[in-house]
């Protein structure tokens, strides 16, 4: 079965600092996994994804993420964090023909 | 707007009441997906559909939600007999069918409407 697991539930940095949040994937086939963002207020809208092609995958806003199978984990980061990085992101995996799982999320807060 | 439309937007109704939601997905879409999201949570997985057939329905949903998705076009999602506990968003999204590379299914990734936030009092 399919599932991720974001380790932190809220994370703080200084705008212009860098971003690391962390993701964990268990799947017993190839995953295709996503990173999406979602704004207060607003609709969800998909940062990147990884499917089969290469590991370091980039997204739009700066940020990327790697795929590392040894390590069964997707971590999202950003060299220099912005004011309007702040929302709440989520990490996904669907594998093969199933549904997308969503982990239970981030909260990303940035320090002036 | 070529995006995935949901209506309404927000959904106010009394306990026991009946109601309806609508997802207008993308369309060239052939997947379907209902969500359902908490404040806090991540989004919830209800049911999702390929073209017409109903592929999967979460076990967490009782038999007071039922979703259709006639011609395999829009899709409606309806509540019965609406409880407290029903309050929440309720999230659309479509996608292409998952695609073939190097011997593996790649999913595809799903396109979010805005939203139906249910309140019930």
């Known amino acids: 079965a399919q599932s991720v697991t974001q380790l932190d539930s809220h994370v703080s940095v200084s705008e212009g600092t860098p971003v690391l949040l962390r993701c964990n994937y268990s799947s017993s086939y190839s995953p295709s996994l996503f990173w999406y963002v979602q704004h207060p207020n607003k609709g969800l809208q998909l940062l990147l994804k990884y499917t089969s092609a290469a590991t370091l995958v980039k997204g739009i806003n700066g940020f990327e993420a790697e795929f590392k199978k040894s390590e069964t984990s997707f971590h999202l980061t950003k060299p220099s964090a912005h004011m309007s990085d702040a929302a709440e992101y989520f990490c996904v995996v669907s594998e093969g023909r199933e549904k997308l799982t969503f982990g239970t999320g981030t909260r990303l807060t940035i320090i002036p | 707007d070529t995006g995935v439309s949901q209506d309404p937007r927000h959904k106010i109704t009394k306990r026991g009441q009946n109601v309806t939601f609508r997802c207008d997905p993308i369309?060239?879409?052939?997947?379907l997906y209902w969500y359902r999201q908490t404040l806090g949570q991540g989004p919830e997985f209800l049911t999702y559909?390929?073209?017409?057939?109903?592929?999967?329905k979460s076990r967490l949903l009782s038999d007071r939600f039922s979703a259709e998705r006639p011609k395999g076009s829009f899709s409606t999602l309806e509540i019965q007999r609406t409880e407290q506990g029903d309050s929440a968003m309720y999230l659309c999204?479509?996608?292409?069918?998952?695609?073939?590379?190097?011997?593996?299914?790649?999913?595809?990734?799903?396109?979010f409407g805005q939203g139906t936030r249910l309140t019930v009092v």
């Open positions: 559909f390929q073209n017409e057939a109903q592929l999967e």
């Open positions: 999204a479509s996608s292409l069918l998952p695609g073939a590379t190097g011997g593996s299914l790649i999913n595809t990734e799903a396109f």
């Open positions: 369309s060239e879409h052939n997947r």
